[in-house]
């Protein structure tokens, strides 16, 4: 990486439209333009254990842990930045299911001819929880059998406004992007899994400086609009 060069940032793909949105507003403030790769959690930890560098990574807590027990990461550098839950939608027009409770939700996937959602393979953390999920509620076969398997999230949402499938289940923060779905809610309760994600320098980085700056710029309390406007809450967290 070069010292004149863009902040390189590792992110996962959930996070696009707010990091996507505050990066140029970092940018048009005089800090350094970034170059953003953004893939799911699985396919970025394959990127680090090869020995790929960044400036900045974006990935849950729990995978910036494992970094950080490696020794990987700017101590003290991590900066939750918020948290989203999966949900369903189908294409605009449709009806929409009753999914407000578990039984609800269950009926609903069996009672689909088609499921988006994305392949557990990729490695992607909405992919992975409902792969599980399935499988705790027992319909992890019928679905399977009518289930359209999807590289992302933003694949599933666009897979489902394309008529290629009646239900889709993704990050939310995912789906807003996308025209022509309806969001039909959350998860219902206890089934929800909400995922947080957060920010940090990586010891590799060659202007840990600018690397820090763009965090905090990602983490600025006045800028929590760009994150609810994008399907985020707050979470709480270093």
């Known amino acids: ?16 439209v707010a990091v996507s949105a505050l990066a140029a507003e970092f940018a048009r403030d005089g800090g350094r333009k970034t170059e953003i790769v953004y893939a799911p959690i699985g396919v970025l930890q394959q990127k680090l254990a090869a020995g790929e560098d960044a400036d900045v990574v974006i990935l849950t807590p729990q995978a910036l842990e494992r970094l950080e027990t490696s020794n990987r990461l700017v101590a003290g550098s991590r900066r939750v930045l918020g948290r ?5 939608a189908v294409r605009t027009g449709a009806e929409k ?9 269950k009926q609903a996937l069996l009672a689909a001819g088609s ?7 990729v490695g992607g953390s909405a992919g992975l929880y409902l792969h599980g999920l399935l499988a705790r509620m027992g319909i992890a076969e019928a679905v399977d059998g009518k289930a359209r398997l999807q590289p992302s999230g933003a694949a599933v949402a666009e897979s489902v406004a394309r008529g290629e499938a009646d239900i889709g289940m993704t990050f939310i923060s995912e789906m807003l992007p996308v025209n022509g779905i309806s969001i039909v809610g959350p998860l219902p309760p206890p089934l929800g899994n909400d995922t ?13 400086v600018s690397a820090l700056a763009f965090i905090a ?4 309390p006045d ?14 967290g270093p």
């Open 196 to 208: 947080t994600y957060a920010a940090a320098v990586l010891l590799s980085s060659i202007d840990p």
């Open 217 to 220: 710029t990602l983490s600025r």
């Open 97 to 105: 299911p009753d999914i407000a409770t578990p039984q609800g939700f």
């Open 223 to 236: 800028r929590r609009n760009v994150w609810n406007a994008s399907g985020f809450a707050p979470a709480s």
């Open 84 to 88: 989203t839950g999966i949900g369903v």
């Open 1 to 16: 990486m070069s010292g004149e060069g863009p902040l390189k940032v590792l992110s996962a793909r959930a996070v696009h």
């Open 115 to 121: 499921v988006a959602l994305s392949d557990p393979a």
